[in-house]
Structure formats: structure tokens, C-alpha cells
Nanobody, 130 residues
Framework: QVHLVESGGGLVQPGGSLRISCTAS????????VGWFRQAPGKEREGVSC????????YYSNSTKGRFTLSRDNVANTLFLQMNNLQPGDTALYVC???????????????????????WGQGTQVTVSS
């Protein structure tokens, strides 16, 4: 059973930075896709970034490209999301997701809701406000 735990969220001023983490257990280094999603109050869940074992290239949504960086520590089974130049529109609950099917992470679906992911964490809140 895959278990995901996010951490690192908090309150940050506009223009600030934050790094959030997702530590996984029950996973393997075989084929998989893993991604970050976010959901703001009253809005639908949207994809932020993902990476898979197909090409090990991180993909980003248009709204986060150039500001967010996804990275992994395979030894620690941890996924990171470095978020720079944060804006109030980035305020949301950030959740990581995992699936054994690596094909569900792709440039044309990275910003989708991630309905095909089977495993989800509880999320970490990121609030951008002055």
C-alpha cells in the first residue's frame, strides 16, 4: 500500500519562496508517475507538475512553469516542489499523487485534475498573502 505524506507548507509573502515535500512509502523505483496538484477553495483541482519513469523529465503547468521546480530524492523516497515568486493565486492545498502507470504524466495532461492517479496524500496548505 502506497502512503504519501506532504510537509513544508505555510504562509509566505508575495514574491517569496517555499519548498514542500512529499515522502512516500510502499513504492518502488520501477515504473511510476508522481505529481503535485493543488486545489483552492471553490476551485477544481489542477495539476502543477509531474514526473514519470518514462523519461524522468519534470513537466509543469503553464501557470507554474519558470517559477516551480520539481525534484526527487530516490534514496529518501521524497518528492520536492521548490516554489519561487509565489503569488496570491498560488494559495491552495498542495497534494502529491502517485500511480504505477507512468503514462499518466505527460505534457498535455500535466495541468489536469489527475483523476487517473490511485494514491493521494492529505496535502499541505500554502498561503500567499501580505
Amino acid at each position: 500500500q502506497v502512503h504519501l505524506v506532504e510537509s513544508g507548507g505555510g504562509l509566505v509573502q508575495p514574491g517569496g519562496s517555499l519548498r514542500i515535500s512529499c515522502t512516500a512509502s510502499g513504492t518502488t523505483l520501477d515504473d511510476y508517475a508522481v505529481g503535485w496538484f493543488r486545489q483552492a477553495p471553490g476551485k477544481e483541482r489542477e495539476g502543477v507538475s509531474c514526473i514519470s519513469t518514462i523519461d524522468n523529465v519534470p513537466y509543469y503547468s503553464n501557470s507554474t512553469k519558470g517559477r516551480f521546480t520539481l525534484s526527487r530524492d530516490n534514496v529518501a523516497n521524497t518528492l520536492f516542489l521548490q516554489m519561487n515568486n509565489l503569488q496570491p493565486g498560488d494559495t491552495a492545498l498542495y497534494v502529491c499523487a502517485y500511480d504505477w502507470n507512468p503514462t499518466i504524466c505527460a505534457p498535455d495532461v500535466v495541468s489536469g485534475s489527475g483523476d487517473k492517479y490511485d494514491y493521494w496524500g492529505q496535502g499541505t496548505q500554502v498561503t500567499v498573502s501580505s
